[in-house]
C-alpha cells in the first residue's frame, strides 16, 4: 500500500512538471521573441551597403601591392651597471661611448611596410625603415620572399628604394596628390605591429603641413586613417585605388595612434624616387635665396596687402637668383605659374625643379609685380650652407623659424611675444641642450629679435669665441639662458 502511494505522488508530481512546461509554453513565459524588422530605410541601407562593397573593392585591389619589409641591424649596447643608459646621445657626449662598462653588438630587428611601385620590382618605402639595414627581407601579400637591395635613400624626405629580382609584380598605379582635398576618404594599408595587410580608412585632415620637425623637407599629408608602428611607409591611397601619399609618421604621446598621422605626398615621392632610380641618390634645384614667412606686421611695413608669399631676405652671391636679378626684399608669389603660399612652399617647388630648367617668378617689388626669369641650378653642399646660413658660433647647428599664426596656435603662444621659433637643434651643437625645439628666441645679447632677418643679421657677428646670452619664452614664463663656446 505505502509503496503504491509514493508511486502515485511521483506520477502526479512528473505530470505536474509536464502541465507546467506545456502551460508556460503556451503563456510565452520562456519564448524569445526576436525581432522581425528594423527602423533603417531600405535606401539607407542600400546607400551603406553600395559604400561598404567600394570600400572592399578598393582594399582589394590594393593590398597586394603593399609589403612587408623586414630588416636585421648590428646594434651596440652597453653592458656596464647601468644597462642602456649611456647608449642615449646625452649622456654619450659628456661621458664618452665607453663609459659604464663594455659595448656589445647585437643583431636587431625591424618590421615595415613598402609599396610596389613598378611591375619588375622597383619598391618605395621609408628611409627610417631601411636605415642601417645590413639585410632587407621583402614579403608578398602571396607570402613569397625576396632579398631585397637597396637603391638609394634621402634622408631630407625620409624615403628609400627597395628593388627586388622579380617580375609581373602587382604595381600600384601613382595618383597625383596635388588633386587631394581637405576631407577626402583615404586608405591606408601596411603592417602595423606585424599584423600584415592591414587596412584603416579616415579623411584627409589638412594639406601641406610642415614645419613638424620630422624632416627636411615637409609637405605632408595630415590624414586620421589610424596608422600605427609598422605603417611606416605604407600606402595611402584614394577612392580610386590610386596611390597619394607614403605613411611615415604620427604624433602620438603614448606611442599609438591618436589620430594624427602623415603621408609624403605621391608627387614628391615620385619625383624623389625617380631621381634615385635615374642617378642613384636625389639631385634637387637651388635657386640661392633666403626666404620666410610674410606676417602682417611686416607686410604693412613693406606696404603690401599680401600676406602670403615668400619674402626674400637674402640673394647669394654668383647664385642663379642673383643672375635673374633678385633683391632682398622682393615677395615671390608664384613659381612657374604655381602659388606660393609659403616659405616652406616655395622651397619644395625648387627643390622638384630639376636643374637647368628656365623658370619663370611673379615676385612683388616696390608695390609692383614684376616677373623674373631664372635658370634653376643645382643644389650641392655648399649651397646648402649658404642657403642654411651657416655660423662658426655657438649658435651654430640653432635652426629657426619666424612665428606665425599657425604656431602660435598650436603652440599657445602669446601675440606679445616677439621672436622666432626653435624647429630643431643638432646634438652637436653648442647650444644642446641649454636651447630646446619650440623655445621662441626673442633677445640674442640684450638685443631684440622679432624675425628671421633680425636673427641672422644678430647671430652673423657673433664671434668663434664669445659667449652669448639668450632671452627665451618657454612653457608660459620668460628665462635668459648664457650659452658658452
Request: net charge neutral.
Amino acid at each position: 500500500m505505502k509503496k503504491r502511494n509514493i508511486i502515485l505522488a511521483f506520477t502526479l508530481i512528473t505530470a505536474g512538471i509536464i502541465m507546467g512546461f506545456i502551460l508556460s509554453a503556451d503563456l510565452g513565459v520562456q519564448q524569445v521573441n526576436y525581432a522581425k524588422e528594423t527602423s533603417v530605410s531600405a535606401g539607407a541601407s542600400d546607400l551603406l551597403g553600395r559604400f561598404s562593397d567600394a570600400l572592399s573593392e578598393v582594399s582589394e585591389a590594393v593590398k597586394p601591392s603593399v609589403v612587408n619589409i623586414s630588416t636585421t641591424t648590428t646594434v651596440s649596447m652597453n653592458t656596464g651597471p647601468f644597462g642602456d643608459l649611456f647608449n642615449d646621445p646625452f649622456f654619450r657626449r659628456f661621458f664618452g661611448d665607453e663609459f659604464g662598462g663594455h659595448m656589445r653588438k647585437y643583431k636587431s630587428s625591424a618590421l615595415g611596410s613598402g609599396v610596389i611601385i613598378t611591375d619588375d620590382g622597383y619598391i618605395l618605402t621609408n628611409n627610417h625603415v631601411v636605415k642601417d639595414a645590413e639585410d632587407i627581407k621583402v614579403i608578398l601579400y602571396d607570402k613569397r620572399e625576396f632579398k631585397g637591395k637597396l637603391v638609394g635613400t634621402d634622408p631630407k624626405t625620409d624615403l628609400a628604394v627597395v628593388k627586388i629580382d622579380a617580375k609581373g609584380l602587382p604595381a600600384l598605379k601613382v595618383g597625383d596628390s596635388d588633386e587631394l582635398k581637405v576631407g577626402e576618404l583615404v586608405i591606408a594599408v601596411g603592417n602595423p605591429f606585424a599584423l600584415s595587410h592591414t587596412v584603416t580608412m579616415g579623411i584627409v585632415s589638412a594639406l601641406r603641413r610642415s614645419n613638424v620637425g620630422i624632416e627636411d623637407y615637409e609637405n605632408f599629408i595630415q590624414t586620421d586613417a589610424a596608422i600605427n608602428p609598422g605603417n611606416s611607409g605604407g600606402a595611402l591611397v584614394n577612392i580610386k585605388g590610386e596611390l597619394i601619399g607614403i605613411n611615415t609618421a604620427i604624433l602620438s604621446k603614448s606611442g599609438g595612434y591618436m589620430g594624427i598621422g602623415f603621408a609624403i605626398p605621391s608627387n614628391m615621392a615620385k619625383t624623389v624616387m625617380d631621381s634615385i632610380i635615374k642617378h642613384g641618390k636625389v639631385i634637387r634645384g637651388w635657386l640661392g635665396v633666403t626666404i620666410q614667412n610674410m606676417t602682417p606686421d611686416i607686410a604693412k611695413q613693406f606696404g603690401i596687402s599680401r600676406e602670403k608669399g615668400a619674402l626674400v631676405t637674402d640673394v647669394v652671391e654668383d647664385s642663379p637668383a642673383a643672375k635673374a636679378g633678385f633683391r632682398r626684399g622682393d615677395l615671390i608669389i608664384e613659381f612657374d605659374s604655381k602659388p606660393v603660399e609659403s616659405s616652406t612652399a616655395l622651397r619644395n617647388m625648387v627643390a622638384a625643379t630639376p636643374p637647368e630648367t628656365r623658370v619663370k617668378i611673379k615676385i612683388i617689388r616696390d608695390g609692383r609685380e614684376e616677373v623674373l626669369t631664372v635658370t634653376i641650378g643645382r643644389l650641392s653642399e655648399e649651397a646648402v650652407a649658404a642657403a642654411k646660413s651657416e655660423y662658426r658660433n655657438v649658435m651654430k647647428g640653432v635652426h629657426v623659424q619666424d612665428l606665425d599664426a599657425g604656431i602660435r596656435s598650436s603652440l599657445g603662444i602669446p601675440q606679445k611675444v616677439k621672436g622666432v621659433v626653435v624647429t630643431n637643434i643638432e646634438m652637436d651643437s653648442p647650444a644642446f641642450p641649454a636651447v630646446r625645439r619650440n623655445d621662441v628666441i626673442m633677445e640674442i645679447n640684450r638685443k631684440p629679435v622679432e624675425n628671421i632677418a633680425d636673427y641672422e643679421k644678430t647671430v652673423s657677428k657673433i664671434g668663434s669665441k664669445d659667449s652669448v646670452l639668450l632671452l627665451v619664452y618657454r612653457d608660459g614664463g620668460y628665462i635668459y639662458i648664457t650659452i658658452k663656446p
